[in-house]
């Protein structure tokens, strides 16, 4: 550890008085991430360390992190939530554009000390009809070192609802983000929206993106992993592809039943079978959890957790949330260090506490952990930051470790 530059140098600056700079380094990272806001403000010195890449560096992604972001983040500041010392951190609002306004459907994805968001639906108050949003191909990278947001370059095809898959570097903070499909639609009025087949990856140092070959039909509403052959392919999973209509009128989406997958290596794409069998298709909230650095993807639909076999390709059943959410709600699906999170509200009966009630009227929320290898499942309740209860469903979950 280089505290002695990240300090200014030799012992002028002690980090913490009569001790040597490297064991109160050492103390310091031994501070969940979710109070190190707290610390900064104590010193000079403190905020210096605590703000290096190299002690972000050293704290070896021991802090798992979850992130909310519960409506347009350059509007609602996004939040982290640390499931080990039940705290949350607030991160700034993203740069605002005036014009434009209720993004949504975008992709939250982590990389190295960055949190990038890509994409999305959104509203441009100086286009007609104002009821239909358009997709975003702006591109936003969070630096956790400056603790602040950036635009980057922006992807060549508009997009929201998208598959959107991280390929990491050897070298730290670098790699690239794979796009493919998406479009853009309504929150409320799903089907109504526009399917597109563009693929294109990022390469993080050179900020650049590039045109790779288009997915075999249009998708959307689809996710996506890096994993099979040695993690030289990428996978697009479920979403939608065309639509109908219900009596001429009713728009309906017709939900893709098969996977494509793409080889980084040739470049191509082969089409995968139906993965449903004699079931009926299912178009639940997919994730994708990592087990000893191998993808293994989840789906929750309703209640039911389902697990993809890859060499059967199919959706096999792996657990049942304890827990039902109500049947006006829903549940937030995201994976974080191996284990599943199940987030929804936590309604409380009226003969309860006025504790409780006003729990309930400052939002609440219920999380219930699934573990994959132990099969078991546990649960925490937290109060919400954003003291009302958020809309889980259009709410965009993603993950972090520090």
Request: net charge positive; glycine share 10%; aromatic share 12%.
């Amino acid at each position: 550890m280089n505290c002695e530059s990240e300090c200014g140098g030799g012992s002028a600056i002690l980090v913490i008085p009569g001790l040597p700079n490297d064991v109160a380094w050492m103390i310091l990272s031994k501070v969940p991430y979710s109070h190190h806001g707290r610390l900064k403000a104590t010193c000079k010195s403190w905020k210096t360390v605590l703000s290096s890449k190299s002690f972000l560096t050293s704290l070896n992604r021991k802090n798992h992190l979850l992130c909310i972001f519960p409506q347009d983040p350059s509007i609602v500041s996004p939040f982290l939530f640390d499931p080990v010392a039940l705290a949350w951190c607030p991160l700034p609002p993203m740069p605002c554009n005036p014009n434009l306004y209720g993004l949504c459907n975008f992709a939250a994805v982590p990389l190295g000390l960055s949190l990038f968001v890509l994409g999305g639906s959104l509203f441009d108050a100086r286009s007609f009809p104002i009821d239909r949003p358009s997709p975003s191909n702006s591109t936003f990278r969070f630096d956790f070192h400056h603790f602040s947001w950036e635009p980057r370059a922006s992807m060549l095809s508009p997009r929201g609802s998208f598959a959107c898959a991280v390929l990491p570097s050897e070298e730290a903070g670098h790699g690239h983000i794979f796009v493919a499909g998406g479009g853009s639609r309504h929150t409320m009025f799903a089907a109504a929206g526009s399917r597109i087949r563009s693929v294109e990856r990022y390469d993080v140092r050179r900020d650049r993106w590039v045109a790779l070959e288009p997915l075999p039909g249009s998708r959307a509403g689809c996710v996506g992993f890096v994993g099979g052959d040695g993690g030289r392919d990428f996978w697009v999973l479920g979403g939608y592809g065309a639509s109908r209509t219900i009596s001429g009128v009713f728009p309906v989406d017709e939900y893709c039943t098969d996977a494509v997958v793409m080889g980084m290596d040739s470049g191509e794409w082969r089409e995968v079978g139906d993965v449903w069998g004699d079931q009926r298709v299912r178009a639940g909230k997919i994730v994708v959890a990592h087990d000893s650095g191998c993808p293994v993807v989840f789906m929750l639909d309703g209640s039911d957790i389902f697990r993809y076999d890859m060499s059967l390709n199919r959706w096999l059943y792996e657990s049942r949330v304890p827990r039902k959410a109500r049947y006006n709600s829903s549940f937030g699906f995201v994976a974080l260090d191996g284990e599943l999170y199940v987030v929804t509200h936590l309604y409380v009966d009226s003969t309860e506490t006025r504790r409780s009630r006003h729990h309930k009227r400052a939002g609440t929320l219920y999380i219930q952990i699934y573990n994959p290898k132990k099969k078991a499942w546990r649960s925490i309740v937290t109060k919400s930051p954003f003291n009302y209860p958020i809309d889980i469903n259009s709410a965009v979950f993603s993950s972090i470790s520090l």
